[in-house]
């Protein structure tokens, strides 16, 4: 007997039927939690071993700092017995001054040079090498240190060149008898004893160096390091400069540092050195610092990809028959996505996957039912807000006689303008709307002005100018057509400051402003005006480009021209004869000349 199969087969029975199959899980955790003890004690191995390496580095340069302290403190002891504590002029060239210089710089690997100065800066001097003019400078500020009776240890120097060269500083310590400054002991002290205790560390892997209080190297085991470069780039060394004089222990960092186009991951460590407000730094890229910790990464994730495989294996068949509906699924949902809403999915799948399936395509056809409306009231909604706009042009157009039409016409032009101009079709929609409501102030401007039948006065030019901050003032509390203020506020402002309502120059005036500005002033100069005749196309683009830099943005000017010469600007031409009767009709006072008439007009 056929048993019947049931309607649905739950996809979680499915699932959980290969999750219990290869059980990777247990096995994932277990070796993460493993993998994550193993890593932090290898990562706490390589900190222990950097900070070691730090600490005993700073020691013996503090033992040595402290062993040179202590020679000159003897120096200075001897020199005062051998001289009765009168290191004047007389007595400072004596030879057993001279004899206690020479042997205490012969004595010590690490002193290349000593020098003994008075109280006058006058004094005797012994050493391997000879001071040149860095070093000079620093005994100078040696000099200066001790007058005021502080130690002094400066900053490093590299002395000589190629093999020869050699990294030293400048230590000294006054000389005071009975509270009285009697002179400086100054020695320059080679630091080739700590390049190479540097270098020996470096054979282990790491990259050492020393840096002083202001970041500035000291010495470093690698020549890529210069002596004084700053080292504040690296972001341990910043933090032991920002810690000052509060840097007392050893700080172990992970940072980034950028070598060309590759950024490297970091462990450093810093230990201060107090006596000198200096710091020992060792850093190794992150890489090789916990290159165990990598090997242990990859043993794992290697076993773990190993019983991946094996799971695939067992699962495949099963994954197959729930992919490829899910594949169907996507790619039909992705489909909706784009905006095709006439996709519908056909699977034959007893599993939740089906029932999807099926809820799916009910899903489509009401969401297919739903753009379509929405899109319709979208449709409907802008027309009636254009229509609404045009109708309050029209209004505006009606109301001043000589301007019938003009807000359809400046629309028109501005918008073949942008489109010259490869404006977005953001910008060009922002001026449709405000070229339409370029001149809605007009509905402010009383009737004796705007129906005035020929040019204004002074007085009434003044009126007259204020439509274009009525309109905007009229529109600012719309919301929506904030972005069209520029245009309807602004499109009377001139290139040279001439303009008006504000006297804007240039770049201060905004590109909608200047395309409805052209659009304005060609259509002002090829319609009939109670105050001028119509001018032909021609004549009326030669007048355009006479104030091209002037008035008007050149690059608008251009475009339009552009525009003109493709025919897809069209004026029906009015004889001038019958335009000039027309004007002296209605206005039969002398109209004034064109650029006149075109600073002066109702455009």
């Known amino acids: ?48 071993l950097q900070n070691t390496v730090t600490r005993s580095l700073a020691d013996d340069i503090a033992q040595r700092q402290e062993s040179l302290r202590m020679g000159l403190s003897n120096l200075s002891s001897a020199i005062q017995v051998a001289s009765g504590g009168d290191i004047g002029s007389n007595n400072i060239s004596a030879p057993e001054l001279r004899a206690l210089l020479e042997n205490f710089v012969s004595s010590s690997d690490d002193t290349a ?14 050493g391997r090498i000879a001071p040149d003019a860095f070093l000079q400078r620093e005994l100078e500020r040696a000099y200066s240190a001790s007058s005021e009776g502080r130690a002094y240890t400066g900053q490093a120097l590299t002395v000589g060149s190629g093999k020869a060269s050699r990294t030293v500083v400048v230590v000294s310590t ?9 002179g400086m002991i100054g020695g320059i002290v080679d630091l080739q004893f700590l390049i190479k205790r540097l ?13 002083d209080s202001q970041g500035r190297l000291v010495a470093g085991a690698s020549p890529d390091y210069a002596t004084g470069q700053d080292m504040t780039r690296l972001e341990i060394v910043k933090n032991f400069v920002d810690e000052g004089g509060k840097a007392q222990l050893a700080a172990t960092k992970e940072f980034t540092i950028v070598e060309g186009r590759n950024t490297v991951e970091m462990l450093g460590t810093y230990s201060p050195v107090t006596a000198l407000d200096w710091a020992v730094v060792v850093q190794k890229p992150q890489r090789e610092a916990y290159r165990g910790v990598f090997e242990m990464q990859h043993t794992a994730r290697l076993l773990a990809l190993l019983a991946v495989l094996a799971s695939i294996g067992l699962s495949i068949y099963v994954a197959r028959k729930i992919t490829n509906p899910l594949e169907t699924l996507t790619e039909s949902s992705r489909a909706i996505a784009r905006g095709d809403f006439s996709q519908r999915v056909y699977l034959k799948s007893r599993t939740e996957i089906g029932e999807l399936a099926e809820t799916f395509n009910v899903m489509s056809q009401e969401l297919e039912q739903f753009v379509l409306d929405l899109k319709r009231a979208a449709e409907e909604n802008r027309a009636l807000f254009m229509g609404s706009i045009q109708m309050l042009a029209g209004a505006v157009d009606e109301k001043d006689p000589y301007t019938k039409g003009h807000s359809d016409r400046v629309t028109r032009y501005s918008v073949l303008i942008a489109k010259e101009m490869n404006q977005p079709e953001h910008f060009i929609e922002t001026l449709r709307i405000s070229a339409l409501l370029h001149d809605v102030g007009k509905i402010g401007i009383e009737d004796r002005i705007l129906k005035k039948p020929g040019a204004l006065t002074s007085e009434e030019f003044e009126v007259m100018k204020t439509h274009t901050t009525k309109g905007a003032n009229i529109l600012r509390p719309v919301k929506q057509l ?19 309502p504000y006297g804007l120059t240039d770049d201060q005036i905004p590109m909608l402003a200047r395309v409805i500005a052209v659009a304005d002033t060609f259509d002002a100069v090829t319609t009939n005006r109670p105050y001028q005749v119509a001018h032909d196309p021609n004549e009326a683009l030669k007048i ?33 004869a019958q335009a000039a009767m027309a004007a002296s009709a209605a206005a039969p006072q002398a109209a004034p000349d064109v650029i006149v008439s075109i600073e002066t007009s109702r455009m």
């Open 113 to 126: 040079y000593a020098t003994l100065l008075n109280s006058e800066a006058k004094g005797i001097s012994a």
């Open 482 to 500: 904030r972005e069209m203020l520029p245009g309807i506020e602004l499109h009377h402002e001139a290139l040279d400051g001439r303009g008006y």
């Open 1 to 48: 007997m056929k048993l019947p199969l049931p309607a649905r087969i739950p996809i979680l029975y499915v699932i959980l039927g290969v999750l219990v199959a290869i059980s990777v899980v247990p096995m994932y955790f277990y070796s993460a939690q493993v993998e994550a003890i193993n890593r932090d004690r290898l990562k706490t191995n390589e900190m222990l």
């Open 199 to 211: 270098q020996e560390v470096s054979r282990g892997g790491l990259t050492p160096y020393v840096v």
């Open 544 to 576: 355009i480009h006479s104030l091209a830099g002037k008035r008007l943005d050149p690059q608008c000017v251009a475009a339009l021209t552009a525009v003109f010469e493709r025919g897809e600007i069209r004026i029906q031409r009015v004889p001038k």
């Open 174 to 182: 006054p000389m005071v008898y009975g509270g009285r400054f009697l």
